[in-house]
């Protein structure tokens, strides 16, 4: 909660920002889930996870839209940094692996992920998280839970 504090001044003139950023920190402290919608769910997640290449790409998308309509830069610049992560992680993953030999690699069988039960419905293996946070079960985990 000591960033919290640090807000106050930050952004002078502009107290809703402010406002905003402090209630946020509130939620991630007290609040261990919040309740959501699947979809909204997986457009956070995708964003979470394509949030380097957003921060990357979007001095070079944003301002060449801006002088038109800053909405439309705005989600622009996003679609952007989701599509240049999309690409790089393809590129990636076809990159042959660098170091000691991975298990997939090197023949030794994979054991799966220890299975989880639901939080409410008590089924082993029904909930997925991203690691963003982000479940399939409807809510937004904040990771202290």
Do not use: C, D, K
């Amino acid at each position: 909660m000591a960033a919290a504090i640090t807000v106050p001044g930050f952004f002078p003139g502009e107290l809703m920002r402010e406002s905003i950023i402090v209630v946020g920190f509130a939620l991630l402290v007290w609040v261990q889930r919040l309740p959501s919608l699947g979809p909204v769910n997986r457009i956070a997640g995708m964003l979470a996870s394509s949030s380097l290449y957003i921060y990357l790409t979007h001095w070079q998308v944003y301002p060449l839209i801006e002088q038109y309509n800053a909405v439309l830069a705005l989600f622009g610049a996003l679609t952007f940094g989701v599509a240049y992560a999309a690409l790089a992680t393809r590129v990636m993953r076809r990159l042959p692996p660098r170091g000691p030999a991975s298990p997939t690699r090197s023949g030794a069988p994979l054991t799966p992920p220890p299975s989880t039960a639901h939080p409410v419905l008590g089924r082993p293996g029904t909930e997925t998280t991203t690691s963003s946070g982000f479940s399939n079960t409807g809510e937004i985990s904040n990771g202290f839970a």
